[in-house]
C-alpha cells in the first residue's frame, strides 16, 4: 500500500470559497473515526469550508465540552458524557445552524439516535468517516502533544469496539468517507448534501435505503468474508476448497475470527470508496473476485500480527 504525505488541512477548499450567506439551511453533520483518526483536523477543514458559505456554523466536540480522554476507559463515565453530548447537540440545532458533532461517534446506535433528533427537527443530516489505519492511528496519538492523548489500552479497546457507518442505513447517509490519505475532502459534495439534499421526514422508521450496491462492493465484501471463512476453516481443521490464486503467508500462531473480521472491515472500507465514486486506485485494474482475493491476502499479510 502506498505511503502519503501528511495532508495540509488547508489545501482542499481554497476553489470553492464564495461568500453566500442567510439561507436557511439547517444541518447535522456527524463526524466518526478511529481515536486519533484525523477527526477534529477534518472537522475544522470542513468548518472553515462552511465558514465561507454560511454564517453559522457550529463545531459540537469532546474538547469544546471539556470532556476528558479518561472517560472511554470507564463505561459509566462514559455514557455520562454521551449524554452530555447528545444534550448539547440537541441545544445547538437550531433553524439556521449548521452543526458538526466532532467526537468519537462509534456507537451505530449512538448515530441513530442523532440522526431521529436532526428530523425532529427537519434538518439535513450527512456523516463523515474519517478512516485511518491502526498502525496510523497508534503513530499519531503517540506523537500528539495536544494533551489529548490516549492510553494505549483504551485506543486498542476503542479500536475494537468501533462500529463502522454504513451508506446502506439511512441514519449514516448521505455518507462520505475521507482516507487518511486523501489531500481532498469533497467538501463540494458535502456542502451540496447539506444544502440542497432530501430532508427526511420525522419518524418513517429505520428500514435500509432501497438503493442496491453495485456488484463490485458486493464482490468485495463477499469475496473477502469466503476468504476468512476459508482460513477459519483450514485453521480448525475442516480443510477448506482453496478458489484463491494468491498463498498467504500466516503468522505462526492461532488466528482470531474478529481480528479477521476487523481487518476485513478495514480492508472494504479502504476500497469501497474507488468502487462507489468508479474511480480506480493506481495498481488496481478492475474489482473481480481473483483480484480482490489477491489484493486482500496482501493486506493480511501486512497487518496481521506476528
Ligand atoms: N492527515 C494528517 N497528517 C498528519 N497528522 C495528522 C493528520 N490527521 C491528524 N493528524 C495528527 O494526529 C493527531 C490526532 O488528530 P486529530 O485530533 O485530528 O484526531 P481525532 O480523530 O480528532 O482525535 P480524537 O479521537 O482524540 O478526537 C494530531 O496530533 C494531528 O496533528
Redo the contacts with the bound molecule.
Sequence with gaps: MAVAS??S?WSSFRSFICTTNNSDEMSLITVT???????????SQLKAFLDSRHNNVLLL???SLNIS?DVYSDSRAEKAARGTLFSSMQRLMSPNAILIV???NYIKGFRYQMYCAARELKLRVCTIH?V?KDEQ?RE??A????G?K?TNETLENLMQRYEEPSSMVRWDSPLFTVL?SDEQMPLQAIWEAISEGTVKPPNSGTVAVSKAPSDALLTLEKTALSIITELMNIQDGYGGTVKLSAQIQLPPRRLTLPELQRLKRQFVQVHKKAITLGTVEKGSVDWDENKIAHKFVVYLEEHLKH
Excluded: M, Q
Excluded at 473515526?33 to 472537522?43: E, H
Excluded at 506523537?143 to 495536544?146: G, K
Design positions: 501528511p495532508l488541512p473515526g478511529y481515536p486519533a483518526s484525523g477527526k477534529s483536523t477534518r472537522a466536540s469532546d474538547h480522554r466532532d467526537a468519537p474519517v485511518a492511528c499519531w496519538n506523537a500528539r502533544s495536544d489529548e490516549y487518511w
